[in-house]
């Protein structure tokens, strides 16, 4: 059996800070797992260091699900966002590791693939509607079949989505976070503005995608997606904050354009009722915030069960690693949806070589053993931690919302 000997936890930041576990066994074959949690990344290496890495060695590396289990009920204290990346890291690592010592690519190792590639989403965005189109009929003439669109918000300084270089949006900006200012209504007139536009400019044949991150209330919410249902967009996410799964019943009573969730859910307890309830029509969890591959096949199995699809969360946050494990779990589920696809920067690609590859708007991970993905130690070492915070948001009046 490969006996885990040692495991470590390494911090780099090209660009942005990213958390990579990597485990090696005592036949010398190692596995890498993302445990980037953005804004909070020391709690995540602190917990693996000083918590986990002690309790993995000498344990047999193939036995993922027991040592997943171990780690989730030997916490006592379940879920949450840094247990569960911490969890993730471990689980993602050790499908590394089971993928190279049976030589086959981890989609295999999950049944085979049920598709030949993972169509994926890019970002367009920009301060104003027609910057936005802009940048849109790009990603449509490099092939991408669907597009998130964001724009600026005539009379606000600042908006989720809208990055001041147009490719790379990279929200944690500063070593204390900033304070953004927020209004709903001003939002609320925008959106639909953009989308006749993109519609306009990009035609039918592209799927549209908006991210409302948490800024509307459910009747809010409601009334955008009726705006939008005569440009069809393939889904609005995050529409209204969702600790409480039943508001987006009301968000279902007023409109039928379809719903994503789940980017910050790191539990299938955190969508049980969304989808039993066919209240949302994609799940976004993902492989580095959801328990790694293991526990998102669960939450992609429940979702099966009610046609819920998946949608997986892929910013840049998330490390080229837990892409390269979504893009495995994505090619082999069989009620796949949609992959975000928020590229790295070259300095972040070169941190992490893959084997992963893009083409006329899909991707697929590749053929190499395990994830097809490592972590260059020697140029890691180059990028120094930054702390850097995610931003805050506040009303007009000062009152704390959601960023
Ligand atoms: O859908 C998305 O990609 C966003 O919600 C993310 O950019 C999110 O804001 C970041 O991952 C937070 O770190
Ligand atoms: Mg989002």
Redesign the pocket.
Same mark, same amino acid.
Request: zero cysteines; a negative charge; proline letters at 4%.
């Given at each position: 059996m490969p006996k885990i000997v040692s495991a470590k936890v390494i911090i780099t930041s090209p660009g942005r800070n990213f958390v990579t576990l990597k485990i090696e066994c005592d036949d010398g074959t190692t596995g890498v797992g993302d445990a980037t949690l953005?804004?909070r990344e020391l709690s995540v290496a602190s917990y693996l260091t000083d918590h986990v890495i002690p309790c993995l060695i000498g344990r047999d590396a193939h036995r993922i699900e027991d040592i997943w289990q171990y780690l989730y009920k030997g916490a006592y204290w379940r879920r949450g966002p840094v247990t569960m990346s911490a969890i993730a890291a471990v689980d993602t690592a050790l499908w590394d590791i089971k993928g190279k010592l049976a030589g086959l690519p981890v989609y295999q190792l999950l049944g085979g693939a049920s598709r030949e590639s993972v169509m994926v989403y890019g970002?367009a965005n920009g301060t104003t509607i027609e910057d936005t189109v802009k940048v849109a009929l790009d990603y449509q003439a490099q092939g991408y079949k669907a597009i998130?669109i964001q724009c600026g918000v005539p009379g606000m300084a600042s908006t &989720?989505?809208v990055s001041k270089d147009k490719y790379f &949006?990279e929200?944690?900006d500063a070593d204390l976070p900033t304070e953004n200012v927020w209004n709903t209504s001003k939002y609320m007139r925008v959106v639909p503005e953009l989308f006749k536009a993109a519609r306009e400019a990009l035609g039918w044949d592209v799927h549209l995608l908006h991210?409302i991150?948490h800024r509307l209330t459910p009747i809010e919410a409601g009334r955008l997606g009726k705006d939008l249902e005569p440009y069809r967009p393939f889904w609005l $996410?995050?529409a209204t904050p969702a600790e409480n799964q039943e508001a987006f019943k009301l968000i279902r009573q007023h409109t039928t354009t379809p719903l994503a969730v789940g $980017?910050i859910f790191n539990s299938i307890w955190d969508a049980k009722d969304l989808i039993e309830n066919q209240l949302i029509d994609y799940i976004?969890a993902t492989v580095v915030h959801a328990g790694g591959i293991t526990h998102l096949r669960r939450i992609a199995a429940l979702a099966d069960m009610y046609q819920v699809k998946t949608g997986c969360?892929?910013?840049?946050?998330?490390s080229p690693v837990c892409m390269a494990a979504a893009l495995h779990f994505d090619l082999s589920v069989p009620n796949f949806g949609v992959q975000?696809y928020?590229r790295h920067t070259p300095e972040t690609d070169a941190v992490f070589p893959h084997a992963y590859t893009f083409a006329n708007g899909a991707m697929h991970p590749g053929e190499a053993p395990g994830l097809g993905v490592d972590i260059d130690e020697d140029l890691a070492k180059g990028y120094e931690y930054n702390r850097a915070f995610?931003p805050v948001n506040r009303l007009e009046d000062g009152t704390m919302f959601n960023w």
């Open positions: 953005n804004g970002h998130r &989720y989505g &949006y929200p944690a991210d991150h $996410e995050d $980017e976004r969360h892929g910013a840049t946050d998330l975000e928020m995610l």
